[in-house]
Nanobody
C-alpha cells in the first residue's frame, strides 16, 4: 500500500522559512517524477516544483529563487525548503508521485497547511 505523509506546515511570519517533508512508503521516489503542489483557498491546485528521477528540478516562476526541492533516497523522503515566504504562499501543500515521466502521479499526500501571516 502506497502512502505519502507530509509534515512541516504551520504558521509563519512574512519573510520566514519552513521546510516541508514528504515521506513515502510502498513506493520509491527515485523511480518516479515527483511534484509539489499547492492549493490556496478558492483556487485550483497548482504545480510549483518537481524533481525528476535523475534529480533535475524545475520551479514555477512564483517560487523560483525562494523554494528549494531536495530528495533523500535513503530516507525515501522529498523536501520543500521555503524561504522569504509571502502571504500569497498561504495554501495547503501536497506532494505527488507515481507515474513515469508525467504529473500528476497516482498518489497524493494528505496535504499540510502553510499560513503566512503577521
Amino acid at each position: 500500500q502506497v502512502q505519502l505523509v507530509e509534515s512541516g506546515g504551520g504558521l509563519v511570519q512574512p519573510g520566514g522559512s519552513l521546510r516541508l517533508s514528504c515521506a513515502a512508503s510502498g513506493i520509491s521516489f527515485s523511480n518516479y517524477l515527483t511534484g509539489w503542489y499547492r492549493q490556496a483557498p478558492g483556487k485550483q491546485r497548482v504545480l510549483i516544483a518537481h524533481i525528476t528521477t535523475g534529480g533535475n528540478i524545475n520551479y514555477a516562476d512564483s517560487v523560483k529563487g525562494r523554494f528549494t526541492v531536495s530528495r533523500d533516497n535513503a530516507k525515501n523522503t522529498v523536501y520543500l525548503q521555503m524561504s522569504s515566504l509571502k502571504p500569497e504562499d498561504t495554501a495547503v501543500y501536497y506532494c505527488n508521485t507515481g507515474r513515469i515521466g508525467t504529473l500528476p502521479g497516482n498518489y497524493w499526500g494528505q496535504g499540510t497547511q502553510v499560513t503566512v501571516s503577521s
